[in-house]
């Protein structure tokens, strides 16, 4: 696919997405950005399975079919992993997933890897297939929390992390292991304060790059990177502390969020 101006449709279920979305955006400026969050059912990590399914299938497919999309990135790792068959099957454009970094980590480590990520993405079958087949002689311990996804949300709406808190919830892999993958792409967003508590013995992998390398190459983009693309952002619900989130979104080169309740 060769397109001057693609459209590009990045989910998550809050601000995580945005991580990504930095990734993205800084190698295709030109490209035209739709962010949706579903923050109506955040967090995603504590949400059942078949909900949560049936919510991403309907936003995505509703908001392809209106904004004429050509690629979709399901910026979360709790949806990814439980998402892609049913989206890939209805969608006949490329459907880019978040998943955790495992196999990079497992290859980086001398020790162990630590898994960060929600509750839900520590459980799922598809994480421990991804630990059996790429991190066989590596030990991976694992790190389910929300109170993490909160604290990224908060930070992007301007409060500043409390790092004893911080120490508090990673204490149970901080020193057991060297390579820590962040697989929740809210975690990106405080990344500093992670490598800041685990210290610099850690080291801190993301998906990030690798999905920006991988849309580029899916779009094989010939636009003038001088020229930048729409970017905007719609969200379930109205978002808590609107008025510093669209602060925070106007640096990113978002306009303010635009509501898009989810179809009954
Ligand atoms: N950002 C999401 C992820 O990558 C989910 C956060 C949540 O809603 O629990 O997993």
């Known amino acids: 696919m060769s397109k001057q101006q693609a459209k590009i449709l990045i989910f998550d279920s809050g601000v995580g997405g945005l991580s990504v979305y930095q990734e993205i955006q800084s190698k ?8 949706i969050f579903d923050n109506e059912a955040y967090p995603y990590g504590e949400l059942d399975h078949d909900t ?12 392809v079919a209106k904004h004429h999309i050509d ?22 454009i490329p459907v880019v997933g978040v998943v955790p970094a495992i196999k990079p980590a497992s290859n980086l480590a001398n020790k162990a890897v630590g898994l960060i990520a929600t509750p839900a993405t520590v459980t799922r079958p598809y994480t421990h297939d991804l630990i059996r087949d790429f991190s066989q002689s590596k ?11 909160d604290i990224a949300e908060e930070k992007l709406r301007g409060k500043a992390v409390d790092l004893a808190e911080l120490k508090q919830i990673l204490a149970t892999i901080e020193n057991k292991v060297d390579v820590a993958v962040l697989g929740c792409t809210h975690f990106p967003l405080i990344k500093q304060e992670i490598q800041e508590v685990l210290t610099e013995r850690v080291l801190l992998v993301d998906s990030g790059e690798a999905i920006a390398r991988r849309v580029e190459d899916l779009l094989e983009t010939t636009g003038e990177q001088e020229k930048r693309g729409k970017r ?25 969020v635009q509501h898009y309740p989810i179809a009954i």
């Open 52 to 63: 949560l399914i049936d919510r991403v299938d309907r936003l995505v497919t509703s908001l």
């Open 28 to 35: 295709l400026p030109q490209l035209e950005y739709l962010y």
């Open 232 to 256: 905007e952002i719609f969200s379930t619900a109205p978002p808590w502390e609107e008025g510093a989130l669209n602060k925070a979104l106007h640096q990113l080169g978002f306009s303010p």
């Open 71 to 92: 690629l979709v990135v399901i910026a979360c790792n709790t949806a990814s992993t439980i998402v892609l068959p049913t989206l890939r099957a209805k969608l006949t």
């Open 139 to 149: 030990p991976v311990e694992l790190l389910g929390s929300t109170r993490l996804v």
